[in-house]
């Protein structure tokens, strides 16, 4: 336990929903967390709206406009920018912070040789209620090549500044901003290993759709775009070959049946136990669209 508790600056960037934001900044208000805290609401071009919500003594709210470029990595930079904190967090505008969050990833880091936090997370919604908590204390930049760790969800993760500056701002030239968290994390892991706290203080509000749902061209192009950013996944046949089967399906999902072949040979030669196999062959061969086995998968709280 530190002997003083530094002040968290957490972002939450929006596009401006009513409802599920204050719920999210009541909940970053509310931490029992005994240093001081500041939260920035950053709407992404859109007009900046008050909320209703009481700040509380040792909090603060900033409500400020994305002055980065449009999209989600611009609006997180924009509030770094405006960040005071010794101590960086981020919280998605329809997620929910447990009360002990933010005590307990800041125990880990009066370890200095701890840079990053993460912590377990609960996905909650139609159908579906269910804890991800990883087994380990520790997840490392290998792990991270091999594997996305769903777990390390953006809403879990506190920083250091100095781990912040190290790693760099968000990606804002990722096609889409598609797999910005995952680049990011890439990079923050690639300076420090990222501590968990092997309890799900993170509400995952899992409503069964995305952003991209159907956008199968920027996600081909954004895990290229990743792919070719990241030489040292190269490292890991298992992660290339996990990568490269979503460019397979978005491929297949989008009537591009031919390039999706050749790219499903390349995972097959990589790893031919990569589980997207199994289920881009039914889309390749028009059994079934890419939306209806995306649709099956995230009622399991799984994407592909």
């Keep these: 336990m530190p002997d003083s508790y530094p002040v968290v600056s957490?972002?939450?960037?929006?596009?401006?929903?009513?409802?599920?934001?204050?719920?999210?900044?009541t909940s970053i208000l509310?931490?029992?967390?005994?240093?001081?805290?500041?939260?920035?609401?950053v709407y992404d071009h859109v007009d900046v709206r008050d909320l209703d919500v009481a700040a509380g003594p040792g909090?603060?709210?900033?409500l400020i406009n994305n002055t980065h470029r449009q999209g989600l990595p611009g609006g997180r930079n924009s509030g770094a920018d405006a960040a005071t904190g010794e101590l960086l967090a981020f919280c998605d505008d329809d997620d929910i912070w447990l009360p002990a969050k933010l005590r307990r990833q800041a125990d880990l880091l009066a370890d200095p040789a701890v840079g990053a936090v993460s912590c377990g997370l609960r996905l909650r919604g139609p159908g579906i209620d269910k804890e991800r908590v990883?087994?380990?204390?520790?997840?490392?930049h290998e792990e991270f090549l091999e594997?996305?760790?769903?777990?390390?969800?953006s809403s879990t993760m506190l920083v250091r500044r100095s781990t912040w500056e190290a790693a760099g701002e968000v990606d804002e030239q990722i096609p889409g901003g598609y797999s910005e968290d995952y680049e990011w994390l890439l990079r923050v892991s690639a300076h420090t290993p990222i501590a968990v706290v092997r309890q799900a203080l993170v509400i995952v509000d899992w409503h069964g759709g995305s952003f991209y749902f159907g956008r199968w061209a920027t996600i081909v192009e954004a895990q290229r775009y990743l792919i070719r950013k990241h030489p040292d996944l190269a490292q890991s046949p298992t992660g290339m070959a996990r990568l490269r089967g979503q460019i397979a399906f978005a491929l297949a999902s989008g009537n591009r049946r031919t390039e999706a072949v050749r790219e499903l040979a390349a995972v097959i030669r990589l790893n031919p136990r990569e589980?997207?196999?199994l289920v881009t062959v039914p889309v390749i061969l028009r059994l079934m669209t890419g939306e209806r086995v995306l649709r099956m998968a995230q009622k399991r709280g799984r994407g592909i």
């Design 59 to 62: 909090r603060s709210l900033k």
């Design 10 to 25: 957490v972002i939450v960037a929006t596009r401006d929903r009513p409802g599920l934001l204050e719920r999210a900044v």
């Design 134 to 140: 990883l087994d380990r204390d520790v997840v490392t």
């Design 147 to 153: 594997d996305r760790v769903m777990e390390v969800h």
């Design 30 to 41: 509310q931490q029992d967390y005994p240093g001081e805290i500041e939260c920035i609401v």
């Design 275 to 277: 589980k997207r196999v």
